[in-house]
């Protein structure tokens, strides 16, 4: 959503559940599973945990993506690397000056820098293996195998278990030895409430799942400032106002100002919206006017991942659903 009109503008942010709903999540408002990223987890030690899988303060949904940068590079043998060299080499000095066409220059000496990301949603797999030596790989759900290295915490990052009826279990990363992902079982109840709802922009308007602040995205994500730490699902409304701060309303009533962190001023990294069409995010100056509706079915492991991307002759792979734009060659 680049190219939005940066203004001052009143933001009003009405969580999922209306004025009315419980803070507290019910068997009625948690009943739906499908979204939520369900395995078992498999450690160095021999020991397993099985229940609701989430990345530390990040990823809980089977449509959230994951990010790593692949360590075999098929197409590499399709690339005239002299010419790639060249070409790379023209479009960085077109718009550089002196000193960075010499730091560039310096930096491929050896030749060009080959690497190409790995991204797809967490739907899309059936587990993550990690040996002795902590390499990745990762098993896609029409049987590849795909070694991947870091690139982002999808592969460092701590995990927390939530198992049926008990409290969350963290895991070190480094202790992991591999996950295996699965549909959740019928009648499971999730750890939380998915945010959901309409957020009106000088763009238009937008619907779908959201993630304040590029972070918080469930019921009990905390919206911090300098004074209070409130959990999303308490909270029915958020609005900017023009002194670095946002007005808040929680859902019974009771209002404050809170500022002091980027969940709340203009340090926030934007809203993402997630809805069939994709993701988009902007600067929290340009969304006003938000309602909320009822939320709509959720993804579920089983609806929406089994066109399982398959590769082509180049070594990509090819399926439907969100498009994300990787980086180049």
């Known amino acids: 959503m680049s190219g939005f009109v940066h203004a001052l503008l009143a ?11 419980p803070s507290a999540v019910s068997p009625q408002a948690a009943g739906d599973n499908t979204g939520f990223i369900y395995g078992r987890v498999i450690l160095q030690s021999g020991e397993k945990h099985e229940g609701f899988l989430r990345w530390v303060g990040e990823e809980a949904f089977w449509d959230d993506l994951f990010h790593s940068r692949q360590n075999e590079l098929p197409w590499l ?14 479009r960085y ?11 560039w220059t310096l930096h491929n000496k050896n030749g060009p820098h080959l ?5 797809c949603q967490f739907g899309y797999l059936d587990g993550i293996e990690v040996d002795d030596e902590e390499d990745v790989t990762l098993l896609t759900r029409d049987g590849a195998l795909v070694p991947v290295h870091g690139y982002s915490n999808d592969v460092t990052s701590d995990l927390l278990v939530y198992p049926a009826g008990d409290d969350p279990v963290e895991v070190d990363w480094d202790d992991l030895a591999g996950i295996e ?5 019928a009648g499971a109840i999730p750890y939380a409430r998915r945010l959901y709802g309409e957020v009106e922009t000088t763009e238009g308007t937008f619907e779908g ?22 959990p999303m699902g308490d909270i029915r409304s958020i609005t900017r106002n023009r002194e670095n701060s946002s007005d808040i309303v929680l859902k019974d009533g009771t209002a404050f100002t809170m500022s002091g962190s980027n969940d709340v001023a203009r340090g926030n990294r934007g809203i993402m919206i997630e809805n069939p069409v994709g993701q988009g ?20 492991r089983e609806d929406g991942f089994s066109g399982n991307p398959t590769p082509d002759r180049n070594g990509h792979r090819r399926g439907g659903g969100n498009l994300v734009w990787a980086n180049r060659l």
């Open 115 to 119: 690497s190409r990301l790995f991204i």
């Open 181 to 185: 992902f699965s549909a959740a079982p």
């Open 93 to 103: 000095f077109e718009s550089h000056g002196m000193f960075d066409r010499l730091m």
């Open 209 to 230: 799942f959201i993630q304040w602040d590029q972070s918080e995205c469930t019921s009990i994500d905390i919206l911090d400032g300098d004074e209070r730490e409130i």
């Open 77 to 90: 043998e399709h690339v005239d690397l002299d010419e790639l060299q060249a070409e790379r080499r023209r």
């Open 11 to 21: 933001l009003i942010f009405a969580f999922l559940g209306g004025a009315d709903a």
């Open 281 to 300: 995010d902007d600067c929290l100056e340009t969304f006003c006017l938000p309602h909320l509706h009822r939320r709509p079915r959720q993804r579920h």
